[in-house]
């Protein structure tokens, strides 16, 4: 065996491996998250030109009272609360659905649906920006058409917009979440359903009282994922409006505006007040959720 | 009995082909219009509506013919995505070893500031990120996309998860046949975690070559650029920017569904690998 040193001894000891382990993980954290989160805070209180930084108070906050950024607010709020209304119980039911011991080739539709996760946001907001054209060629002008409807100008009404992201979240995410309740129901015991046969018990009420109440982890996870994806949507608007700048601020996001104030208008300031927002509103959810799933709860 | 049970297949599986057929429409519709011009695209938006009689492979050709960047980019993305998943699965197999198979002070704490990590959206902090990509001069360089997320929450959990199924007794019998706590690290356990490795190498590959927002901030040469920052920047309908920008957007997409078919079930556990526990 080799000698080694005092300071290799020191490293290679049983009491100091496990520090060296997770040092990586410290240093990531400290250099790339836990100082970045001080300063965007700290920067919300000052403003930010060329080298310098000095403090104005609240100025930054008020500025954001101004109406592009209440709508870029309540846009990221009502996709993130349309997405998680339909997102889980679509799914959910496409799941069950497929999990039927009636269904024949479980394995393929399950892949096929996977797909559209495979590709990009980026490839899908393209083809989707394409799809929903305004010319009356464009392929949902076209089923339109059949239905004897006048061609849309989707991206450009406030209503019709919103279709457009849906369907793209939709198109996208079914899959995946239809996959993690695929998951959800293999653990279910199927002696449960057998012995709910025997006690004479509807398929809905199986349902109701069996399956629904067994999946609460999986919809706890998909619920998660979905407001914390919603609330940060930001490349889904930039590809269906080819750019941040929507017609009217009507797929203006909150990542959206904190993008265009910070980066593309350079206000370093104003642009972390937004930061911080957004930061207040994730805890504050954070806090919400695990209060309903009884984190909190005592002697547990 | 029975005859109710059949009426019940083929009622489901049509349903089910029926959305299958759904799901995959918008794919067959960039893969078709892709053997059209794309100034006929620009005019007649996309559709199905194809002449077959000119239907041809220009905007492949175009494509292939090395007078645009787009193999730039995906060289760019390919890079990215291979150095990235490479350096991210070994930092965080190594420091989610470290939380699974040790009892340290302050483990806890650190723990929770992994969870505090999953918890935030990185969009929350992007502009003290960029303004340090800045000062640390790693703007414009593939670094500066990487070096933020080479650590990697997501997978240190689930290595952590993965690992607490190997008993502790085996690191003892390796510590006394004379195996370092590396080595038993790099020998022993790395070998073990193959399969954990695939599935969260397709993960974290997914995210890196899928990634748009942050390698839009970072790059700012045309050449530099990613697939996805690149391909965007084709919608503006000038020139032949649509015969490029629908060619190569299935070609970013033809390698992947390759992989798919080949390694489904690994990326079915990579993609939905934080709901297993969650």
């Keep these: 065996m080799k000698k080694k040193g005092v300071f290799s001894r020191f490293l290679y000891s049983q009491k100091v491996a496990p520090y060296v382990f997770v040092l990586p993980f410290v240093l990531t954290f400290l250099i790339f998250f836990a100082y970045p989160v001080i300063s965007t805070i700290y920067m919300s209180f000052c403003k930010v030109s060329g080298g310098e930084t000095v403090f104005i108070g609240l100025k930054n906050y008020k500025t954001l009272t101004n109406p592009v950024f209440i709508k870029a607010l309540k846009n990221s709020m009502f996709y993130m609360v349309v997405t998680c209304a339909i997102m889980i119980p679509i799914p959910m039911i496409l799941a069950t659905m497929l999990n039927s011991r009636h269904m024949k080739g479980k394995g393929f539709y399950r892949s096929v649906m996977f797909i559209p996760a495979l590709t990009s946001v980026v490839v899908a907001g393209i083809v989707f920006r394409l799809m929903f054209g305004e010319v009356s060629g464009s392929f949902m002008n076209q089923i339109l058409g059949l239905f ?62 069996i399956t629904l109440p067994l999946l609460k982890p999986t919809t706890i996870y998909v619920l998660t994922i979905s407001i914390f994806g919603g609330l940060a949507m930001f490349t889904e608007s930039y590809l269906i409006f080819n750019g941040n700048n929507s017609p009217n601020n009507v797929g203006t996001t909150i990542v959206g505006y904190l993008y265009r104030v910070g980066l593309q208008q350079n206000n370093i300031g104003i642009g972390s007040a937004i930061g911080v927002v957004l930061l207040i509103i994730v805890l504050l959810l954070n806090v919400i959720q695990l209060a309903l799933n009884g984190t909190f709860k005592k002697g547990e | ?130 303004q340090l990509i800045i000062k640390l001069g790693i703007m414009d360089n593939m670094w500066g996309i990487m070096l933020p997320y080479l ?128």
């Design chain 2, 1 to 130: 009995m029975k005859k109710k049970k059949n009426t019940q297949t083929i009622l489901l599986v049509i349903f089910f082909s029926v959305l299958a057929l759904i799901t995959l429409l918008p794919l067959l519709l960039l893969f078709v219009s892709s053997f059209r011009p794309g100034a006929e695209l620009i005019r007649y938006g996309l559709n199905f509506n194809i002449d077959f009689a000119n239907a041809n492979i220009d905007t492949y050709r175009l494509l292939f013919s090395g007078q645009n960047n787009y193999f730039i980019w995906y060289k760019n993305s390919l890079v990215i995505t291979v150095v990235q998943v490479f350096l991210a699965l070994l930092l965080s197999a190594f420091v989610g070893y470290g939380f699974a198979m040790y009892d340290f002070k302050f483990k806890n704490l650190i723990f929770a500031g992994v969870l505090i990590v999953m918890m935030i959206p990185t969009e929350v902090i992007i502009l003290p990120l960029y």
């Design chain 1, 148 to 209: 004897g409807h006048d061609p849309l100008v989707w991206l450009r009404r406030p209503f019709t917009v919103w279709i457009v992201l849906f369907a793209l979240c939709i198109w996208r995410w079914t899959g995946v979440n239809m996959m993690y309740y695929l998951s959800g129901l293999q653990q279910i015991p199927k002696d449960l359903y057998e012995s709910a046969d025997i006690d004479g018990a509807g398929r809905f009420q199986q349902f109701r009282y």
């Design chain 2, 151 to 278: 650590v990697i929450p997501m997978l240190i959990f689930f290595f952590r998860q993965y690992l607490s199924g190997i008993p502790r007794d085996f690191l003892d019998a390796a510590r006394v046949d004379g195996c370092s706590e590396y080595g038993i690290f790099a020998r022993i356990m790395v070998p073990l975690m193959k399969p954990s490795f695939a599935a969260m190498g397709i993960y974290q590959g997914m995210q890196s070559w899928n990634n748009f927002l942050w390698p839009m901030i970072v790059i700012r040469s045309q050449e530099k650029i990613t697939l996805p920052v690149g391909l965007q920047s084709l919608l503006s309908p000038y020139g032949n920017n649509y015969d490029i920008l629908i060619a190569g957007s299935c070609f970013a997409i033809v390698p992947i569904l390759i992989l798919f078919i080949c390694f489904q079930s690994y990326f079915i556990e990579g993609m939905t690998a934080g709901g297993v526990k969650g």
